[in-house]
Protein backbone atom coordinates (compact mmCIF):
# COMPACT_ATOMS: atom_id res chain seq x y z
CA UNK A 1 0.00 0.00 0.00
CA UNK A 2 1.29 3.76 -0.65
CA UNK A 3 -0.83 6.68 -0.57
CA UNK A 4 0.82 7.23 -4.11
CA UNK A 5 -1.91 4.56 -5.41
CA UNK A 6 -4.52 5.62 -7.33
CA UNK A 7 -8.02 3.99 -5.45
CA UNK A 8 -8.45 0.68 -8.04
CA UNK A 9 -4.85 -0.13 -7.27
CA UNK A 10 -5.23 -1.75 -3.91
CA UNK A 11 -8.19 -3.36 -5.02
CA UNK A 12 -6.26 -5.54 -7.78
CA UNK A 13 -5.78 -8.77 -7.59
CA UNK A 14 -2.65 -9.38 -10.21
CA UNK A 15 -2.75 -12.13 -12.57
CA UNK A 16 0.40 -14.49 -11.22
CA UNK A 17 1.89 -16.04 -13.91
CA UNK A 18 3.90 -19.08 -14.53
CA UNK A 19 7.18 -19.55 -12.69
CA UNK A 20 10.03 -19.48 -14.72
CA UNK A 21 12.39 -21.31 -12.57
CA UNK A 22 16.38 -21.87 -13.16
CA UNK A 23 17.50 -24.89 -12.51
CA UNK A 24 19.92 -27.34 -13.88
CA UNK A 25 18.67 -29.83 -15.74
CA UNK A 26 15.38 -28.40 -15.43
CA UNK A 27 12.60 -30.44 -16.89
CA UNK A 28 9.75 -27.53 -17.63
CA UNK A 29 6.29 -28.55 -17.89
CA UNK A 30 4.63 -25.27 -16.09
CA UNK A 31 3.28 -23.02 -18.68
CA UNK A 32 2.12 -24.38 -21.80
CA UNK A 33 5.41 -23.29 -23.55
CA UNK A 34 6.04 -25.06 -27.35
CA UNK A 35 8.80 -27.70 -26.71
CA UNK A 36 9.73 -27.44 -30.18
CA UNK A 37 12.20 -24.25 -31.49
CA UNK A 38 10.14 -21.82 -34.00
CA UNK A 39 10.40 -22.35 -37.81
CA UNK A 40 13.91 -22.01 -39.27
CA UNK A 41 11.73 -19.36 -41.60
CA UNK A 42 11.04 -17.27 -38.82
CA UNK A 43 14.35 -16.90 -37.52
CA UNK A 44 15.19 -15.59 -40.81
CA UNK A 45 12.35 -13.52 -41.31
CA UNK A 46 13.10 -12.09 -37.90
CA UNK A 47 16.94 -11.74 -38.48
CA UNK A 48 16.45 -9.69 -41.72
CA UNK A 49 13.79 -7.37 -39.94
CA UNK A 50 16.94 -6.81 -36.89
CA UNK A 51 19.21 -5.95 -39.54
CA UNK A 52 16.70 -3.26 -41.17
CA UNK A 53 16.10 0.31 -40.25
CA UNK A 54 14.88 -0.23 -36.26
CA UNK A 55 15.33 3.87 -35.42
CA UNK A 56 11.79 3.93 -37.42
CA UNK A 57 7.92 2.88 -35.74
CA UNK A 58 6.86 -0.44 -37.25
CA UNK A 59 3.45 -0.45 -38.77
CA UNK A 60 0.86 0.84 -36.56
CA UNK A 61 -1.65 -1.24 -39.12
CA UNK A 62 0.14 -4.16 -38.97
CA UNK A 63 -1.25 -4.59 -42.91
CA UNK A 64 1.24 -7.37 -43.96
CA UNK A 65 0.10 -9.29 -40.42
CA UNK A 66 -3.29 -8.73 -40.56
CA UNK A 67 -3.06 -9.80 -44.47
CA UNK A 68 -1.10 -12.87 -43.52
CA UNK A 69 -3.67 -13.71 -40.76
CA UNK A 70 -6.42 -13.27 -42.95
CA UNK A 71 -5.65 -15.69 -45.73
CA UNK A 72 -4.99 -18.36 -42.92
CA UNK A 73 -8.12 -18.08 -42.29
CA UNK A 74 -10.49 -16.78 -44.85
CA UNK A 75 -11.45 -13.47 -43.66
CA UNK A 76 -10.35 -9.36 -44.85
CA UNK A 77 -7.48 -8.07 -43.22
CA UNK A 78 -9.99 -5.39 -42.30
CA UNK A 79 -11.51 -8.03 -39.72
CA UNK A 80 -8.17 -8.84 -38.06
CA UNK A 81 -6.87 -7.21 -35.06
CA UNK A 82 -3.41 -8.18 -33.65
CA UNK A 83 -1.83 -7.16 -30.65
CA UNK A 84 1.22 -8.22 -27.82
CA UNK A 85 -0.21 -11.85 -27.07
CA UNK A 86 -3.67 -12.37 -26.60
CA UNK A 87 -3.52 -11.50 -23.20
CA UNK A 88 -3.57 -7.81 -24.40
CA UNK A 89 -5.97 -8.67 -27.19
CA UNK A 90 -8.47 -9.92 -24.65
CA UNK A 91 -7.61 -7.21 -22.41
CA UNK A 92 -8.62 -4.97 -25.01
CA UNK A 93 -12.30 -6.68 -25.76
CA UNK A 94 -12.95 -6.66 -22.14
CA UNK A 95 -12.61 -2.70 -22.11
CA UNK A 96 -13.99 -2.16 -25.05
CA UNK A 97 -16.70 -5.46 -26.08
CA UNK A 98 -17.05 -6.68 -22.32
CA UNK A 99 -18.62 -4.01 -19.96
CA UNK A 100 -22.32 -3.61 -19.81
CA UNK A 101 -25.36 -2.75 -17.66
CA UNK A 102 -25.62 -6.95 -17.05
CA UNK A 103 -23.22 -8.74 -15.88
CA UNK A 104 -20.34 -10.73 -17.86
CA UNK A 105 -20.55 -14.75 -17.68
CA UNK A 106 -17.40 -16.80 -17.67
CA UNK A 107 -16.41 -20.24 -16.14
CA UNK A 108 -15.35 -20.28 -12.62
CA UNK A 109 -12.74 -22.78 -13.58
CA UNK A 110 -11.05 -21.26 -16.27
CA UNK A 111 -8.46 -18.74 -17.45
CA UNK A 112 -7.39 -16.44 -13.96
CA UNK A 113 -6.63 -13.39 -16.16
CA UNK A 114 -10.04 -12.89 -16.71
CA UNK A 115 -11.42 -12.03 -12.96
CA UNK A 116 -8.44 -10.01 -13.20
CA UNK A 117 -9.32 -7.77 -15.89
CA UNK A 118 -12.68 -7.83 -14.99
CA UNK A 119 -11.43 -5.75 -11.90
CA UNK A 120 -9.01 -3.77 -13.39
CA UNK A 121 -12.22 -2.57 -16.01
CA UNK A 122 -14.62 -2.32 -13.25
CA UNK A 123 -16.95 -5.02 -15.10
CA UNK A 124 -19.84 -6.86 -12.91
CA UNK A 125 -19.14 -10.41 -13.52
CA UNK A 126 -21.16 -13.63 -12.58
CA UNK A 127 -18.93 -17.27 -12.21
CA UNK A 128 -21.02 -20.47 -14.10
CA UNK A 129 -19.60 -23.16 -12.47
CA UNK A 130 -18.44 -25.75 -14.27
CA UNK A 131 -20.25 -29.38 -14.52
CA UNK A 132 -19.34 -32.19 -12.34
CA UNK A 133 -17.01 -33.38 -15.00
CA UNK A 134 -15.20 -30.07 -15.15
CA UNK A 135 -17.11 -29.42 -18.67
CA UNK A 136 -18.70 -25.97 -19.50
CA UNK A 137 -22.58 -26.51 -20.30
CA UNK A 138 -23.91 -24.25 -22.62
CA UNK A 139 -27.55 -24.10 -21.11
CA UNK A 140 -26.16 -22.41 -17.90
CA UNK A 141 -25.46 -19.36 -19.74
CA UNK A 142 -29.02 -19.27 -20.86
CA UNK A 143 -29.25 -16.35 -18.25
CA UNK A 144 -29.69 -12.35 -18.56
CA UNK A 145 -26.01 -11.23 -19.67
CA UNK A 146 -24.57 -8.21 -20.98
CA UNK A 147 -21.60 -10.67 -22.36
CA UNK A 148 -20.10 -13.64 -22.46
CA UNK A 149 -16.13 -14.99 -22.73
CA UNK A 150 -15.72 -18.76 -22.86
CA UNK A 151 -11.83 -20.50 -23.66
CA UNK A 152 -12.43 -22.78 -25.99
CA UNK A 153 -10.58 -25.75 -25.11
CA UNK A 154 -10.69 -24.79 -21.74
CA UNK A 155 -7.88 -23.71 -19.01
CA UNK A 156 -6.77 -25.22 -16.67
CA UNK A 157 -8.98 -28.48 -17.46
CA UNK A 158 -7.96 -28.83 -21.25
CA UNK A 159 -11.68 -29.82 -22.42
CA UNK A 160 -13.26 -28.78 -25.57
CA UNK A 161 -16.48 -27.99 -27.05
CA UNK A 162 -17.43 -28.98 -30.49
CA UNK A 163 -18.37 -25.99 -32.72
CA UNK A 164 -21.61 -26.72 -32.64
CA UNK A 165 -22.24 -25.82 -29.26
CA UNK A 166 -20.42 -22.75 -29.67
CA UNK A 167 -22.44 -21.77 -31.92
CA UNK A 168 -25.76 -22.54 -30.47
CA UNK A 169 -24.22 -19.62 -27.40
CA UNK A 170 -23.36 -17.24 -30.08
CA UNK A 171 -26.76 -17.44 -31.82
CA UNK A 172 -28.29 -17.20 -28.33
CA UNK A 173 -27.48 -14.41 -27.51
CA UNK A 174 -27.54 -12.12 -30.67
CA UNK A 175 -27.48 -9.03 -28.55
CA UNK A 176 -24.59 -9.78 -26.30
CA UNK A 177 -20.74 -9.51 -27.42
CA UNK A 178 -19.54 -13.37 -27.43
CA UNK A 179 -15.64 -13.81 -27.27
CA UNK A 180 -13.91 -17.31 -27.78
CA UNK A 181 -10.37 -17.46 -26.64
CA UNK A 182 -8.79 -20.50 -28.83
CA UNK A 183 -4.93 -20.24 -27.21
CA UNK A 184 -5.25 -24.04 -27.42
CA UNK A 185 -7.71 -24.63 -30.23
CA UNK A 186 -4.71 -25.91 -32.69
CA UNK A 187 -4.27 -29.19 -30.67
CA UNK A 188 -7.50 -30.78 -31.12
CA UNK A 189 -10.53 -28.34 -31.14
CA UNK A 190 -12.47 -27.25 -33.46
CA UNK A 191 -12.09 -22.87 -34.29
CA UNK A 192 -14.89 -20.53 -33.79
CA UNK A 193 -13.51 -18.52 -37.12
CA UNK A 194 -15.34 -20.06 -39.58
CA UNK A 195 -18.63 -18.70 -38.08
CA UNK A 196 -17.26 -15.26 -37.78
CA UNK A 197 -18.85 -13.78 -41.56
CA UNK A 198 -22.28 -15.42 -39.72
CA UNK A 199 -22.17 -13.54 -36.33
CA UNK A 200 -21.97 -9.89 -35.78
CA UNK A 201 -21.46 -11.18 -32.25
CA UNK A 202 -18.57 -12.84 -32.29
CA UNK A 203 -14.88 -12.16 -31.91
CA UNK A 204 -12.48 -15.47 -31.29
CA UNK A 205 -9.16 -14.78 -30.00
CA UNK A 206 -5.68 -16.52 -30.87
CA UNK A 207 -2.78 -16.67 -29.72
CA UNK A 208 0.66 -17.31 -31.86
CA UNK A 209 2.76 -18.50 -28.33
CA UNK A 210 1.70 -22.05 -27.90
CA UNK A 211 0.92 -23.30 -31.02
CA UNK A 212 3.88 -21.27 -33.52
CA UNK A 213 6.30 -21.48 -30.45
CA UNK A 214 6.24 -17.73 -30.38
CA UNK A 215 5.79 -17.11 -26.47
CA UNK A 216 8.52 -14.99 -26.34
CA UNK A 217 7.79 -12.53 -29.46
CA UNK A 218 4.33 -11.85 -27.86
CA UNK A 219 2.18 -11.86 -30.53
CA UNK A 220 -1.94 -12.40 -30.41
CA UNK A 221 -5.08 -11.47 -32.82
CA UNK A 222 -8.68 -11.83 -33.33
CA UNK A 223 -11.09 -12.24 -36.10
CA UNK A 224 -14.49 -10.74 -36.17
CA UNK A 225 -16.54 -8.75 -37.99
CA UNK A 226 -15.37 -5.37 -38.95
CA UNK A 227 -17.39 -2.96 -35.87
CA UNK A 228 -16.44 -5.24 -33.16
CA UNK A 229 -12.48 -4.74 -34.75
CA UNK A 230 -12.48 -1.07 -34.61
CA UNK A 231 -13.75 -1.42 -31.02
CA UNK A 232 -10.60 -2.55 -30.24
CA UNK A 233 -8.23 -0.49 -32.75
CA UNK A 234 -10.30 2.46 -30.64
CA UNK A 235 -8.88 0.63 -27.15
CA UNK A 236 -5.24 0.12 -28.94
CA UNK A 237 -5.04 3.55 -30.65
CA UNK A 238 -5.72 5.60 -26.79
CA UNK A 239 -3.13 2.77 -25.01
CA UNK A 240 -0.35 2.19 -27.47
CA UNK A 241 -0.40 2.44 -31.10
CA UNK A 242 2.84 0.54 -31.62
CA UNK A 243 1.76 -2.90 -29.87
CA UNK A 244 3.93 -4.85 -32.27
CA UNK A 245 7.94 -4.34 -33.35
CA UNK A 246 9.15 -4.36 -36.39
CA UNK A 247 10.58 -8.05 -35.55
CA UNK A 248 7.34 -9.34 -34.44
CA UNK A 249 5.31 -8.73 -36.96
CA UNK A 250 8.28 -10.42 -39.44
CA UNK A 251 8.07 -13.44 -37.37
CA UNK A 252 4.67 -13.60 -37.17
CA UNK A 253 4.05 -13.53 -40.62
CA UNK A 254 6.55 -16.37 -41.53
CA UNK A 255 5.40 -18.48 -38.75
CA UNK A 256 1.44 -18.66 -39.52
CA UNK A 257 2.45 -19.15 -43.51
CA UNK A 258 4.84 -22.28 -42.68
CA UNK A 259 1.91 -24.52 -42.62
CA UNK A 260 4.43 -27.82 -43.21
CA UNK A 261 6.23 -26.53 -39.89
CA UNK A 262 3.09 -26.04 -38.37
CA UNK A 263 1.23 -29.28 -39.12
CA UNK A 264 4.27 -31.38 -38.14
CA UNK A 265 5.04 -29.79 -34.75
CA UNK A 266 1.27 -30.15 -33.76
CA UNK A 267 1.18 -33.04 -34.70
CA UNK A 268 4.32 -34.45 -32.60
CA UNK A 269 2.90 -32.66 -29.19
CA UNK A 270 -0.60 -34.50 -29.88
CA UNK A 271 1.10 -37.88 -30.20
CA UNK A 272 3.07 -37.30 -26.92
CA UNK A 273 0.06 -35.93 -24.91
CA UNK A 274 -2.05 -39.23 -26.10
CA UNK A 275 1.24 -41.23 -24.86
CA UNK A 276 1.53 -38.95 -21.84
CA UNK A 277 -2.79 -39.42 -21.01
CA UNK A 278 -2.02 -42.85 -20.87
CA UNK A 279 1.23 -43.45 -19.30
CA UNK A 280 -0.77 -41.31 -16.50
CA UNK A 281 -3.83 -43.36 -16.06
CA UNK A 282 -1.35 -46.54 -15.86
CA UNK A 283 -0.26 -45.06 -12.79
CA UNK A 284 -3.70 -44.40 -11.41
CA UNK A 285 -4.22 -41.00 -12.50
CA UNK A 286 -7.58 -39.42 -13.44
CA UNK A 287 -6.79 -37.29 -16.62
CA UNK A 288 -9.36 -35.15 -18.16
CA UNK A 289 -9.71 -35.42 -21.95
CA UNK A 290 -7.58 -32.68 -23.62
CA UNK A 291 -7.88 -30.76 -26.80
CA UNK A 292 -4.87 -28.51 -25.50
CA UNK A 293 -0.93 -28.63 -25.12
CA UNK A 294 -1.33 -29.99 -21.69
CA UNK A 295 -3.45 -32.29 -19.59
CA UNK A 296 -4.95 -32.18 -16.39
CA UNK A 297 -4.65 -35.07 -14.05
CA UNK A 298 -5.11 -36.37 -10.03
CA UNK A 299 -3.80 -39.39 -8.55
CA UNK A 300 -6.71 -40.37 -5.93
CA UNK A 301 -3.44 -41.37 -3.15
CA UNK A 302 -1.48 -37.90 -3.52
CA UNK A 303 -2.52 -34.26 -3.03
CA UNK A 304 -1.89 -32.35 -6.06
CA UNK A 305 0.63 -29.43 -4.14
CA UNK A 306 2.84 -32.69 -1.99
CA UNK A 307 3.19 -34.62 -5.43
CA UNK A 308 4.06 -30.55 -7.23
CA UNK A 309 6.65 -30.52 -4.87
CA UNK A 310 8.11 -33.61 -5.09
CA UNK A 311 8.43 -33.37 -8.62
CA UNK A 312 10.25 -30.20 -8.07
CA UNK A 313 13.03 -32.22 -5.78
CA UNK A 314 13.61 -33.92 -9.30
CA UNK A 315 13.62 -30.79 -11.29
CA UNK A 316 10.65 -31.48 -12.89
CA UNK A 317 7.99 -28.17 -12.59
CA UNK A 318 4.59 -28.54 -13.43
CA UNK A 319 1.76 -26.11 -12.26
CA UNK A 320 -0.29 -26.59 -9.37
CA UNK A 321 -3.51 -24.46 -8.56
CA UNK A 322 -4.65 -24.00 -4.94
CA UNK A 323 -8.35 -23.57 -5.61
CA UNK A 324 -11.67 -25.20 -4.48
CA UNK A 325 -12.37 -28.93 -6.73
CA UNK A 326 -8.95 -28.67 -8.66
CA UNK A 327 -6.21 -28.51 -5.41
CA UNK A 328 -5.38 -31.83 -6.31
CA UNK A 329 -4.68 -31.90 -9.86
CA UNK A 330 -1.61 -31.02 -11.64
CA UNK A 331 -1.59 -29.35 -14.93
CA UNK A 332 1.18 -30.75 -17.05
CA UNK A 333 2.42 -29.26 -20.44
CA UNK A 334 3.63 -31.42 -23.22
CA UNK A 335 7.20 -31.58 -23.69
CA UNK A 336 9.36 -33.55 -25.76
CA UNK A 337 9.01 -37.05 -25.77
CA UNK A 338 12.14 -37.16 -24.07
CA UNK A 339 10.43 -34.82 -20.99
CA UNK A 340 7.76 -36.49 -20.63
CA UNK A 341 9.48 -39.66 -20.10
CA UNK A 342 11.59 -37.75 -17.41
CA UNK A 343 8.47 -36.74 -15.94
CA UNK A 344 7.09 -40.40 -15.84
CA UNK A 345 10.25 -41.82 -14.42
CA UNK A 346 10.22 -39.08 -11.37
CA UNK A 347 7.04 -40.19 -10.79
CA UNK A 348 7.61 -43.44 -10.74
CA UNK A 349 10.02 -43.11 -8.36
CA UNK A 350 7.88 -41.06 -5.95
CA UNK A 351 4.48 -43.35 -6.74
Not at 7 to 17: N, R
Not at 303 to 314: D, T, Y
Request: hydrophobic share 45%; aromatic share 8%.
Amino acid sequence: MSKYWSPIVSALKPYVPGEQPRMANLVKLNTNENPYAPSDKVIEAIRAAASADLRLYPDPLALDLRKAVAARYGVEPEEVFVGNGSDEVLAHSFAALLKHDRPLLYPDISYSFYPTYAGLFGIDAVEVPLNDAFGIDIPDYRRPAGAIILPNPNAPTGIGLPLAEIEALVAEHPDQPVVIDEAYVDFGGESASALVPKYENLLVVQTFSKSRALAGLRVGFAIGQRHLIEALERVKDSFNSYPLGRAAQAGAIAAIEDEAWFEATRGKIIASREKLTSDLKKRGFEVLPSQANFVFARHPDHAGQALAAKLRERAVIVRHFAKPRISDFLRITIGTYEECARLVAALDEIL
